[in-house]
């Protein structure tokens, strides 16, 4: 009996092994509906490979079977669920197409996620559609979700963004809210609609709280805050993210949104922060050297030098020039040129490298090696490498070579700003190399010039004159420098100008001419250097007081002697001659000191002695002179005169105690407030402000006499202003502005005050005065204000405003030299807030009415990119390609270039698209050849050329090393593979573009479309 159970035991045992080991379809007594139902507890069991062996057994066996539709089911949902998507799908399909089938809108969208991981996204929209359309309300919230998804991942964010806000509406409380979410802030993203990522990311906040998504939230509103230039709360969003796979790069948001704000000593620290904390983040190459940047922006070149010195083990060469320029200032020049001969020497680009050489002549120049700097920037052939590389060689003594530069200069860079100093050192390596006719046409076309500078209009009419003069045209050369030192009255040149203007009349024989001049000398330039020629050349003129001389001389006992030498030191004081005069005073005193004339001649003396800048000597006559037995007028003009010469002496307390001593006379009021005046400036000078605006403040109250009370105030603000107190002085200046709107010394004052706001960083303060300064009447600072006035705005993130002001300048100052910037900077300012189609018109009127503005080119530029930014393509068209013909050496040409060849694919002109991207590639080496690539590529993808395009985008991941454009041709270039059905190819340029471009927008895309072929 034990025997028979155990072999009857045995034999189920042995069964039960075969039945689990797949042998199922071998046993001939189950019929296909034991068979069936035994799959289908298989399945609700999860035994998912079992289920895959039994279900195709049975649709072997029973293809026929009105299960059979089930069966395939459940084979295809185990092999769904097993992840091998494509052989699910390939069983879901036939079912997916059967409308009435039970399971119709599941397979449907069982079959669109299979789709849509395959990169199929056609195909899964369709299935998705399907199930959405179906009876089965369950299914509809995931399959409207995954319909986002492959909108997503085609690209089409607006209907995506449609889908996912669907899914959240049929239940709020499903899986996918929170990814649908994310999914619609990130193609708010994707189509620039910044305030609709800021909106949804708070929603998700609100609603999500901690939830595994939460860090990417808060970087994409970081990112979404720092593209609308809303840098301050970009900083708090990406503050929020504490740690986790996002940290790195919301320090990176951080840092970069502190430099957008111009605090460059917070973004230092903060790319520092990132080093330290992520010293092997994939932005840590990128993080050293915006650290060490932003330093030297700050102005701590040591701390750049500390944060850049290890990465000096890498061939880098941008590395190397930031770390030279730190060493530079840090150590020595020639520390730092050892590093810019590293940087070179690892094959920089051509911008980079011109960068380099100009830095090299730099410190040249810095160290006296004139000539080597000359030759470092001829090798950057930069206009500015040009214009320093004549400099250079002038200050070695190489006229000729200086002269080569600057011709070379002139003929490659019509529009550069540097051409006037360039023009400006080429004449006078004219000049050095004695090419006198030449070189006084050069500084002649150089005086006629519009807007130049007076310092170099005055040297060119210095020069001028002296090639006159070296060709013997003294009348010529005489007439020129008189009319520079009349001209030019406070040039450093005009002494010597009017001594030549004599000397040229007098070896032109003409005396009287020399006289005059040398005349004009004496009373001008008193101890100047050319004294004694001009004395020996008046002797020669016949000139002198010969009749006053022969008094003294001949009949020095008669009784108008004293008087003669009193009415002499006169004539002399009246010519200016206050050195001769005093001379006259003293030897008056001396041999006359009981004379009627005696206490005038104090105060005669006095006065030449103050004049000639001997205030303690005239401070001491003054004092004898009040000594005397003078009368009431007299001792008020002595008291008056020694509070000058006492200030003047440094001798504050005297000066003090004078002016107490006169300021309650009969003395005209202004005559004591320009004393009490002098005094304060003098008071100020000492740092002693307090006291210098206690001197002034009577006239300041004094409401009845404005005349005294609107200077006093103005001088106030300047002192308030000098000792920071930049709320006394703006409301000195407010008080003198209600008395009088119409004193431009009041205009002045604020504008300067509200520079200091400025300065300040206190952009809303500084705006309120450059308006007084600008709504004055008569104000001399009006256009200055509106101008400063747009910056200020600018730097409160009120472009609205901004563009207000600009307007206003544009409007009522159209002969200011500002006019034509400030129609494009109103044009900036209205891009800035925004409205793009209104920045237009101010920028078409600099381009119509300024065709020679220095300005231009960037004001066709940004006009250029607004009107194809606004879908006017045709007009932007017209515009960009002014730009490029008439500026070819325009700094962002080949962006120019760019975006003009995307207004002729808007405009479907393909083949002339083609042409302008061809000149960026031949234009630019960097970044934009990079684009225009890409966009090259594209115009193959509508015909299928697959092929052509693919060449164009790894052009691009093979020859570049721009994060985001390599990792977008990464992106393209998968798609093109896959259309060709090469997944693994894709596969490996989406992985490519992961790891070594993450962080960029198209590495995320690449990341996704992994995921969806199951990677």
């Known amino acids: 009996m034990h025997f028979k159970m155990l072999c009857q035991h045995s034999l189920v045992a042995a069964s039960l092994v075969v039945f689990l080991s797949g042998g199922l379809h071998a046993a001939p007594q189950q019929d296909a509906a034991e068979q069936y139902r035994f799959i289908a507890g298989l399945y609700s069991e999860g035994h998912w490979d079992m289920t895959v062996r039994e279900a195709k057994s049975f649709l072997e066996d029973y293809p026929d079977h009105a299960k059979a539709h089930l069966a395939r089911y459940r084979l295809a949902g185990a092999l769904f669920e097993l992840d091998r998507k494509p052989e699910a799908a390939a069983q879901f399909r036939p079912l997916a197409e059967r409308k009435g089938f039970e399971f119709y809108a599941e397979c449907n969208l069982r079959l669109g996620q299979c789709e849509l991981q395959a990169g199929n996204t056609e195909a899964a929209k369709i299935a998705l559609q399907r199930a959405r359309q179906g009876e089965k309300e369950y299914l509809k919230p995931l399959s409207t979700f995954l319909l986002g998804e492959a909108c997503f991942t085609d690209e089409e964010y607006p209907s995506a963004r449609k889908f996912y806000a669907q899914s959240i509406k049929l239940d709020p409380k499903a899986d996918t809210v929170a990814h649908a979410k994310r999914g619609g802030a990130w193609c708010a993203f994707r189509t620039g609609d910044f305030s609709g990522v800021v909106a949804l990311t708070h929603e998700f906040q609100a609603a999500h709280g901690e939830h595994e998504l939460e860090d990417e939230m808060h970087y994409l509103l970081g990112q979404a805050l720092l593209a609308s230039k809303k840098p301050v709360s970009a900083l708090a969003a990406f503050d929020e993210v504490k740690g986790g796979n996002f940290h790195d790069a919301c320090m990176r948001g951080m840092a970069f949104s502190k430099a957008e704000i111009g605090d460059h000593l917070g973004a230092a620290r903060a790319f520092a922060a990132l080093l330290k904390t992520y010293p092997n983040s994939k932005f840590s190459s990128e993080a050293r050297l915006q650290c060490g940047a932003h330093w030297l922006e700050a102005g701590d070149a040591r701390a750049a030098m500390e944060v850049l010195a290890p990465g000096a083990r890498l061939k880098d060469s941008e590395l190397h020039y930031w770390l030279a320029k730190a060493v530079a200032l840090v150590e020595t020049a020639d520390a730092g040129l050892t590093l810019l001969d590293r940087a070179l020497s690892y094959g920089p680009d051509a911008a980079l490298t011109e960068r380099i050489h100009s830095l090299r002549g730099e410190l040249l120049y810095k160290l006296g090696r004139h000539e080597e700097s000359a030759e470092a920037f001829a090798s950057s052939q930069s206009d500015y490498a040009l214009h320093a590389a004549a400099s250079a060689h002038l200050a070695a003594n190489r006229p000729a070579e200086a002269l080569e530069a600057a011709d070379q200069l002139l003929s490659q860079y019509a529009d550069s700003t540097y051409r006037i100093p360039t023009a400006i050192t080429r004449a006078e390596a004219l000049f050095a190399l004695r090419r006198f006719d030449t070189a006084y046409s050069s500084f002649e076309q150089l005086w ?48 010597e100008a009017l001594y030549m203007a004599g000397r040229c009349g007098l070896d032109a024989g003409d005396t009287n001419t020399a006289a005059t001049h040398w005349n004009r000398y004496i009373h001008r330039f008193k101890g100047g250097e050319h004294m004694d020629q001009v004395l020996l050349g008046l002797a020669h003129a016949g000139q002198g007081s010969a009749s006053l001389e022969s008094l003294l001389d001949n009949n020095a006992a008669s009784p108008l002697a004293h008087s003669a030498l009193f009415e002499w030191a006169r004539i002399l004081e009246a010519k200016q001659d206050h050195s001769g005069a005093a001379t006259k005073y003293q030897q008056l005193l001396g041999q006359f000191p009981r004379s009627e004339h005696a206490a005038q001649a104090h105060y005669g003396l006095a006065w030449c002695l103050n004049s000639t800048g001997q205030f303690e000597q005239a401070t001491s006559v003054l004092h004898n002179l009040l000594a005397m037995n003078i009368d009431t007028p007299m001792q008020i003009a002595a008291r008056e005169l020694m509070s000058w010469s006492a200030v003047e002496a440094g001798d504050l307390r005297a000066a003090l105690a004078n002016y107490s001593e006169f300021r309650r006379s ?78 431009a010394t009041v205009s002045e004052a604020a504008f300067f005050v509200g520079e200091a706001r400025f300065a300040a960083q206190n952009f809303r303060r500084a705006e309120a005065l450059y308006a007084l300064a600008a709504d004055a009447e008569g104000s001399t600072v009006a256009a200055q204000a509106l101008y400063k006035l747009g910056f200020a705005r600018l730097s409160s993130s009120d472009a609205t405003g901004a563009a207000r002001a600009f307007a206003r300048l544009t409007a009522n100052h159209k002969n200011s030299p500002l006019w034509g910037e400030a129609l494009y900077l109103q044009g900036e300012a209205l891009i800035r807030s925004g409205d793009l189609r209104a920045a237009v018109a101010p920028l078409q009127q600099l381009r119509r009415s300024r065709p020679k503005h220095a300005v231009l080119p960037k004001a066709l530029f940004r006009l250029g990119l607004a009107l194809e930014q606004t879908g006017q393509s045709k007009e932007g068209l017209n515009v960009l390609a002014q730009l490029v013909g008439k500026f070819p050496n325009f700094e962002a040409w080949a962006e120019a270039e760019l975006h003009r060849a995307l207004c002729l694919v808007a405009l479907d002109r393909t083949r002339e698209a083609r042409s302008a991207f061809d000149h960026v590639l031949a234009k630019d080496k960097g970044v934009l050849s990079a684009r225009a690539r890409i966009h090259i590529g594209r115009l193959h993808l509508p015909r299928e050329d697959y092929e052509a395009a693919l060449a164009e985008f790894l052009k691009v991941a093979l020859l570049y090393a721009h994060d985001e454009e390599v990792a977008e041709a990464l992106f393209l270039a998968g798609h093109c593979l896959e259309r060709q059905e090469n997944q693994a190819g894709a596969i490996g340029q989406y992985q490519k573009a992961v790891q070594d471009h993450a962080g960029t927008t198209f590495a ?7 995921r969806t072929l199951g990677q």
């Open 448 to 495: 006629n010039l519009d807007g130049l500078e007076d310092s170099n209009r005055c040297q060119c009419l210095s020069r001028m004159a002296w090639c006159q003069y070296s060709r013997d045209n003294l009348k010529a050369a005489g007439q020129l420098f008189a009319q520079l030192s009349n001209t030019f009255t406070k040039s450093p040149l005009a002494e």
């Open 666 to 743: 009969t003395l005209a009021p202004p005559r004591i407030f320009a004393a009490a005046k002098k005094l304060a400036l003098a008071l100020k000078a000492q740092g002693d402000h307090d006291q210098a605006l206690q001197l002034l403040r009577p006239f300041t109250v004094n409401t009845n006499a404005p005349t005294l009370a609107v200077p006093a105030l103005v001088e106030s603000t300047w002192i308030a202003l000098e000792a920071k107190a930049l709320d006394d002085a703006e409301k000195f200046v407010q008080s003198a502005a209600k008395l009088s709107n119409t004193d």
């Open 1004 to 1010: 995320k895309k690449c990341s996704d479309r992994l």
